[in-house]
């Protein structure tokens, strides 16, 4: 039997062919460059959904990511809540533990257009920490430039920070 998050992928499938937003399970493959075959097999329950036949399924049918792993919230995201979400980006090692991210001062001028480029975040230098909190969460680093920040950081001194989800920027901080 397929996991809960196939399941709700087969779910979102079918109302998508029920709607006449994809004529058949052949062509929904095909819009994401998949396999018909490997379509069907996950279909039929023989085999899981990928993530990155997920990822092409959010970005292409504006499937909803928080109703796939979380059975919560509508299946398709509105055009309003597809252009404001955006896929965070992670580098990992061979274990897959997470790795934190330094954008040194050349990067930082295209990091906000770049970060959703997962060619651009892998060329970025990668380290980890030894301390538990950075084993937990995305992280990155950057190069502190100039003597704005002084007396509290100096230019050449490195901020690490947390990666915290959008709707917590207002009331967290």
Same mark, same amino acid.
């Given at each position: 039997?397929?996991?809960?998050?196939?399941?709700?992928?087969?779910?979102?499938?079918?109302?998508?062919?029920?709607?006449?937003?994809?004529?058949?399970?052949?062509?929904?493959?095909?819009?994401? /460059?998949?396999?018909?075959?490997?379509?069907?097999? +996950?279909?039929?329950?023989?085999?899981?959904?990928?993530?990155?036949?997920?990822?092409?399924?959010?970005?292409?049918?504006?499937?909803?990511?928080?109703? +796939?792993? =979380? #059975?919560?919230?509508?299946?398709?995201?509105?055009?309003?809540?597809?252009?404001?979400?955006?896929?965070?980006?992670?580098?990992?090692? %061979?274990?897959? /533990?997470?790795?934190?991210?330094?954008?040194?001062?050349?990067?930082? %001028? #295209?990091? %906000?257009?770049?970060?959703? /480029?997962?060619?651009? +975040?892998?060329?970025?230098?990668?380290? =980890?920490?030894?301390?538990?909190?950075?084993?937990?969460?995305?992280?990155?680093?950057?190069?502190?430039? #100039?003597?704005?920040?002084?007396? =509290?950081?100096?230019? #050449?001194?490195?901020?690490?920070?947390?990666?915290?989800?959008?709707?917590?920027?207002?009331?967290? +901080?």
């Amino acid at each position: 039997m397929s996991n809960i998050v196939t399941q709700r992928f087969i779910k979102c499938h079918h109302k998508l062919r029920e709607d006449n937003r994809v004529r058949s399970s052949r062509q929904f493959a095909l819009s994401l /460059d998949y396999l018909p075959q490997s379509l069907s097999e +996950i279909l039929k329950g023989r085999r899981d959904v990928t993530i990155e036949l997920l990822r092409k399924a959010v970005e292409k049918y504006k499937v909803n990511p928080v109703y +796939i792993y =979380t #059975g919560e919230g509508p299946m398709f995201m509105t055009e309003e809540d597809h252009k404001s979400f955006r896929v965070l980006t992670i580098v990992t090692n %061979a274990q897959e /533990d997470e790795r934190i991210v330094h954008v040194p001062v050349p990067a930082q %001028a #295209g990091y %906000a257009a770049e970060m959703g /480029d997962p060619t651009f +975040i892998q060329d970025l230098p990668t380290y =980890t920490l030894p301390d538990y909190k950075y084993k937990v969460g995305t992280h990155r680093s950057f190069d502190v430039s #100039g003597d704005s920040m002084e007396p =509290t950081l100096f230019e #050449g001194d490195k901020v690490v920070c947390s990666f915290l989800e959008p709707t917590l920027w207002e009331t967290s +901080i």
